[in-house]
């Protein structure tokens, strides 16, 4: 119930939906669009972070633009660094007037990695202050951002691990970026009941879980397609 609850509002919020081996765009709003210039997925297309906002070229062969080429450094074929990345959705949000408190950042386990690589003392909990990770939160901030890590951010085909030193249209992880004001979400467990087990001996505790969720300020939302290098 975790992980769906997850999956499916990471999803919302990169403009996804779906689920694990069946992401797609969404084609259609959530009811009234917070901007009227936000696309059909309530994002911004200026804040959808791709491999031409690095000074790379579209490959143009699917309809995804390709993702960005990530490597630690920006180097060994990559086109950038992630934290070259994250400045980048910093400076958008920046741009937009977005609160500098409240700012946080979704990324998935392979972005952690190659942002390890970069610099163990950014990820490492020794340095963070915090002593240690929970629910999925690095320690401390980079670039202004609380760094959480999931698994149930939206990816195509194999990933965000597939190597593609020129970037991809059908292999490739989201990251997300926003902030505490960006979306509102509501949830509560309606209903409890258990009962005991038919197979074995315990008891069986199930819920009902009703929740929504809302884009309130696509300029405060930044995603990126990328790849590992």
């Given at each position: 119930?975790r992980d769906?609850?997850?999956s499916e ?6 403009g996804?939906?779906?689920?694990a081996?069946?992401w ?6 959530a ?7 936000a696309?059909?997925?309530e994002?911004?297309?200026a ?10 070229s579209?490959?143009?062969v ?6 960005i ?5 920006g ?12 400045n980048?959705?910093?400076?958008l949000?920046?741009a937009?007037?977005v ?16 942002l390890?690589d970069?610099?163990?003392k ?5 340095y ?6 929970r ?22 085909g194999?990933?965000?691990g ?12 989201v990251?997300v ?5 960006a ?8 209903k409890t ?14 819920g ?6 809302k ?7 930044v995603?990126?397609?990328y790849?590992?290098?």
């Amino acid at each position: 119930m975790r992980d769906a609850f997850d999956s499916e509002v990471l999803g919302y919020l990169s403009g996804w939906t779906g689920g694990a081996g069946a992401w797609a765009r969404r084609s259609a709003s959530a009811g009234t669009k917070a901007n009227s210039s936000a696309g059909a997925d309530e994002l911004l297309a200026a804040n959808r972070l791709d491999i031409t906002a690095f000074g790379g070229s579209d490959l143009g062969v699917l309809g995804e633009v390709t993702s960005i080429p990530v490597a630690a450094g920006g180097g060994a074929g990559g086109i950038t660094s992630p934290l070259a990345v994250l400045n980048r959705m910093a400076r958008l949000m920046d741009a937009a007037n977005v609160d500098t408190d409240g700012r946080w950042v979704v990324v998935d386990p392979v972005f952690k990695e190659i942002l390890m690589d970069e610099d163990a003392k950014l990820v490492n909990r020794d340095y963070g202050g915090e002593g240690e990770v929970r629910n999925g939160r690095l320690p401390g901030t980079i670039r202004g951002f609380r760094v959480y890590t999931s698994n149930n951010l939206p990816y195509l085909g194999t990933g965000a691990g597939t190597t593609a030193s020129g970037g991809s249209e059908d292999n490739f992880g989201v990251i997300v970026a926003g902030h505490d004001s960006a979306v509102s979400v509501a949830d509560q467990i309606a209903k409890t009941e258990s009962f005991r087990s038919p197979d074995t001996f315990a008891d069986i505790v199930r819920g009902m879980q009703l929740y929504g969720r809302k884009i309130l300020r696509p300029e405060a939302l930044v995603t990126a397609n990328y790849n590992a290098a």
